[in-house]
């Protein structure tokens, strides 16, 4: 994390100011988290364990198996999610660099 951090950073001070890229850095790490998590937990599938308990349907068995697939699969929904989030942080931050450089040459 700790060279994600510092790529980013430089990345921020580039296109925003410097007084408030360590923000900026403390957002983009905060939603990072956030995507992944919301990315990662499939709340569906949990209520499927445990609505079959409550209604008095036949539970779904918790094997060792149906525990490896569903660590998984969240394992991948949230890298999934944490990439596309990211993809769109360097688009965006892309598109505001290249704007920025654009700027500074009619400047000159």
């Known amino acids: 994390m700790r060279i994600f951090s510092s790529s980013v950073h430089r990345i921020l001070d ?6 408030i ?3 900026w ?4 790490k905060f939603a990072i988290y956030i995507v992944g998590i919301s990315g990662g937990v499939r709340v569906r599938d ?3 364990y445990i609505t079959a308990q409550i ?14 697939l569903e660590i998984y699969r969240t394992l991948i ?5 944490i990439a596309w989030m990211l993809l769109v942080f360097f ?11 654009i700027a500074e040459r009619r400047k000159n």
């Open 46 to 48: 949990l209520e499927r």
């Open 14 to 19: 580039m296109i925003v100011p410097k007084e």
């Open 25 to 28: 850095l403390k957002y983009i």
């Open 55 to 68: 209604s008095g349907r036949d539970p779904i068995p918790l094997t060792l198996e149906r525990w490896t």
């Open 21 to 23: 890229s360590r923000a």
């Open 77 to 81: 929904g949230s890298l999934q999610s």
């Open 91 to 101: 688009v965006f931050t892309l598109i505001a660099y290249v704007i920025i450089r």
